[in-house]
């Protein structure tokens, strides 16, 4: 790569490229397999549109990598010939099959294994369209681009703006299942190492990726804090059976309710989320 900047080294400082990458870290996200597909189908609708987003045809097989519960499998395989699923978990793979199997899709394939040691070709076929929605992928975005014959689609959140230290601190995430403080290390802002960082480093090696924006949100209004936590309960259909306060286990809402000048409360959402899409064909490899 011949430009002015390492693109390759600054994405190795993303909130994926941080991230431990052993196989009991694996086993940490498939304990909340149960939770990652509740999240998901409180937010379906606007899943889906991140979905149609993508286009591909119905000759195509489509590798979905990092799939999780199937988010984007479920509405990308009916669209196509087959549908491959890899993960690093065996619950969310066994939640994928059982939701593919209520809503009658048949065509989709899982594969378990672990991202940062498996190889394209190797330990999973490389099909027509590779796509990935918030996974270790995201880590290494060369490496990604080798999954598919035909095009890719990368789909990330992107940050309204960065915070005056170049950090998100909506949450934590797990990095490390053998050094706590890392696990309290606030990630880097993904609108900072996300996909800017990959659009550079893909048209560095001779891509040229398309971006789309997919934007959603909603505003409630209550009385109190507790008025607005019902009306999200009731929004999402999921509660934290962990806790008696009635609060959803899909969103960490609890810091984005506000209180106005009148004494009322109010929550003002907003999600954008960026797909990526580029022709893996374009790139040369150093």
Known sequence: MNGWIDWRAIERQNDWGLRETSDAMCALWDEDAEMWDKRWKAEECFTQRQALAMDVLPSDSVIDIGCGAGPLALFVAPRVQELVAFDCGEQMLAILRDNAHARGISNIQTIQGNWYEAEPGRDFPVC???????????????????????????????????????????????RSTVDETMNRTPRPCARKYGFNVHFNLLYDAGANPVINYIEEGFELIGDSKEAVFAQLAERFSAEDESSDTGRPTCLPFENKIMQRSDGTWYLNHRHRIVIMGWDPREITYE
């Open 128 to 174: 027509d369209v590779a796509i990935t929605r918030w996974s270790p992928a995201q880590g290494d975005i060369l490496k990604f681009s080798r999954c598919a014959r035909r095009y890719c689609y990368s789909v990330s959140s992107c940050a309204p703006a960065f915070e005056k230290d170049g950090f998100s601190r909506a949450g934590y995430w797990c």
